[in-house]
């Protein structure tokens, strides 16, 4: 589980040209915040969408989104170490719904499967690409996100791997 906050802002790929070009872009600092949840397994993905800010409350309307799902199998939901994330109420939240929390160590976010899932839904609906407004920014975003099941399902699968960089061997020198 974790947050993204998609900016709607200029996002330029690569351009070179002889003769010069203006690029529509969006002006303004408009955020479209959407806490993920994905299933390690099945590559499904629960969302709780805002514009305004990520916070415990956001985080407890998720873990209620996440125990609907009617999953018969014990949840382990890894999380990062934002503050909001180990606070008492998500916490308590978690405790009554029977979620376990697993926070990941400190500055580690490559560890987490959705930052995967992030990266790809920017390269989809955000470089090089175009919105005339907001609406059409945050539903481009959306129509990402839903389709992870259906039509990004081949890519997502490749993507969303178990293949994590391990340091078996590693030796380390003190100083």
Not at 12 to 21: I, M, N, Q, S, V
Not at 44 to 71: A, H, P
Not at 141 to 167: D, G, M, P, R, V
Request: with cysteine; hydrophobic share 45%.
């Amino acid at each position: 589980m974790d947050a993204a906050h998609f900016v709607f802002g200029a996002f330029l790929g690569y351009l070179w040209c002889f003769a010069r070009w203006w690029i529509k872009a969006p002006s303004g600092r408009q955020r479209f915040n959407v806490l993920g949840a994905l299933n390690a397994i099945t590559h499904e993905v629960i969302t709780v969408t805002n514009l305004t800010y990520i916070n415990s409350e956001s985080i407890c309307q998720l873990l209620y989104k996440l125990v609907d799902v009617g999953l018969q199998v014990p949840m382990t939901l890894v999380l990062d170490n934002a503050r909001y994330q180990r606070c008492a109420l998500v916490q308590a939240v978690a405790d009554t719904l029977g979620i376990e929390l697993l926070y990941l160590p400190a500055y580690s976010p490559n560890l987490n499967l959705i930052e995967r899932l992030w990266k790809f839904v920017k390269k989809q609906c955000l470089y090089s690409k175009y919105y005339a407004d907001f609406t059409a920014f945050t539903q481009a975003i959306e129509a990402c996100l839903a389709a992870t099941q259906t039509t990004h399902k081949q890519a997502l699968s490749s993507l969303l791997t178990f293949n994590f960089q391990s340091f078996i061997k590693a030796q380390s020198m003190t100083v």
